[in-house]
């Protein structure tokens, strides 16, 4: 937990202050100065009487006890000092000092003996290899910008130091205000989910920021990340976030589709999804983001574009179309009547187009009228910048008043950065926040309504799912892939049909089970995990003595322990899978089988549990969605019917968590019936 200390110290010691501001320890302690720190002040620096006119003492030991203490010394030194100040009540503790696991064994050693230090005291290490934290009460950070508080500002938590600073730069400069920041540096016990729960536990309706801001660099503990964005999420807090590291050099060895599909990364982007935090590619993505975050929530997907120069008009539409984004066409009364208060050669059909020659009174009405006159507009975006000719300060009070009075969020894309300089920045002095790039904001503005328009839905039981049984054959198995019979029995007992199935060892075997089933048939070599590519599927077998043929030839195939006898089955093929990402859970794989599968990956995932919604979403979102609908006549399969499976599989790794590999492939549907034709399940007791 993050103590109180660190949020709002009484008093503060920076432990190696330097005059030297090029220095961390003496950065650190100008910011502090100019931050306005209204609390005791102390200074340790043996070689100075006074550090930037805060008097400095020799040690630890000779300054009165202390809530925070702010460390700048060498790595090695840190141990003794801290604990010195801890056996005195200190009880936060920042270290900006690098020296510690990023160097190696006994790094590591020294990082885990500070954390100790800090947790024996009841306290919070923050670091260490960080730029610090900055609170409503202190500037505690060695490097800069310093962004303006805001109270209702980003919350803003990082992995990396460096990378806090360039996107502070960047967001600053958008006008984009700031509540607490915490750079966690090396996380030897404060990491990013501990900064989410101090947010999620701390928070307080009207009083805290709803806009959180996250750059990740690993997901340490991916149920407690997702319990509290969760959580805040559900207080009305909107979240975005980087995770860098998204590829990896080599692959892991799996043994299923789901397997080589499914990686860490993908858990990742399946967590964020979950949890309703938008995914952001890099630090200019993640502050465009952050500006239409800390605006008002659009209830829909249509927007209108208003512009005063046709270009960036057409390729912000362009932009939003192309992400699924609706620029809806605006005509009727309402129109003509806003059309005739507008300068010849105007357009109001959408984007609104007000000319070069536009004004502050026309873009006030244009405003008005798309807030209360247009009802298929949620959202609005304008565009308005200058060749130089004249002064766009008043154009751009207008937009920002309007911005504040309108229903609706309206978003300023102010692109001439340059020759509106001053105009902008009066702009930001009201307390707006712009972007300069019509394409970037599109691109940002169609993640945030995607993500934050999803429908979550509820999860779904199922009462005829045979529990016991399920769990009796998880328990009398070992380790590895089941048996065919008792993956079978397992989809049975769970409710999802599989297609009549007879197993033969031997000759004698054989004839009485094909007359059961009745030709035709298939033949499918079992003990090989990879049926096809050893050959092992026969397919159309029309005779007994064929059927004969095939099952010696297929029970001569290295480790084949018998064949499995089916009849021919038809339908659309579609494609389920299970792969366990440790720590993340499950994850739920759809889509169509065959070369969609195998060669066009063109699957949906989600991690389990799923809910309704979810479900139908993974169905809807697959490109070959028109095969599932009847393409070209042939037969269609009932969505409804494949999210039953989906929330069927769900259930299942809720009862059988040692499930770590499923694949059912394929499937055959067909209208609402839907058939389990082959299928594999891994199963591992210890994770």
Known sequence: MIVKEIIEPKSIVVVGGSNDTRKPGGKVLENILRGGFDGELFVVNPKESSVQGVKAFPSCGDISPVELAIFAIPAGMIPEAMELLASRGTRGFIVLSAGFSEMGEEGKKLEAKIAEIARSAGGTLIGPNCIGVITQKYKGVFAGPIPEYDPMGCDFVSASGATAVFILEEAIVRGIKFSEIFSVGNSAQIGIEEVLEYWDETYQEGKSSNVKLIYAEQIVNPQKFLKHTLSLKAKGCRIAGIKAGRTKAGQRAVSSHTGAMAGEDTAVDLLFRKAGIIRCEGRLDLVNVAGILLGKKPNGKRVAVVTHAGGPGVMLTDTLESEGIDVPRIEGKDAEELLSHLNYGSSVSNPIDFLATGTAEQLDLILNYADNKFDNIDSIAVIFGTPGLFDVTNVYEVLFSKQRSSRKPIFAILPSIVQAKDAIERYKSLGGNYFNDEVAFGKAL??????????????????????????????????????????????????????????????????????????PVVMKVVGPVHKTEVGGVEVGIASLSEAEAKFAELMKIERAEGVQIQPVANGVELFFGVKYEKDFGHIIVF??????????????????????????????????????????????????????????????????????????????????KILAVDARIKIQTTK
Not at 463 to 486: C, H, T, W, Y
Not at 612 to 641: C, N, Q, Y
Not at 663 to 672: E, H, K, L, R, T
């Open 591 to 672: 889509g169509l089988g065959g070369i969609f599968v195998e060669l066009l990956k063109d699957v949906q995932m989600c991690l389990a549990p799923i809910t309704t919604a979810e479900a139908m979403e993974m169905v809807e979102g697959i490109r070959s969605k028109a095969i599932l609908e009847g393409f070209r006549g042939k037969p269609s399969v009932d969505k409804v019917s494949v999210c039953n499976i989906l929330l069927r599989i769900s259930n299942l790794v809720q009862i059988a968590p040692e499930i770590v590999e499923m694949d059912i492939n394929p499937a055959f549907g067909n209208g609402g």
């Open 446 to 519: 169609a993640k945030v309504l995607k993500t934050e328009l999803r429908e979550t839905g509820e999860t779904k039981s199922f009462e005829d799912i045979d529990v016991a049984k399920i769990r009796n054959i998880i328990q009398q198995s070992r380790d590895g892939f089941l048996p065919a019979m008792g993956t079978i029995a397992i989809l049975e007992s769970t409710g999802i049909p599989f297609v009549a199935t007879k197993l033969v060892k031997a000759n004698e075997e054989l004839i009485p089970a094909i007359k059961e089933i009745g030709l």
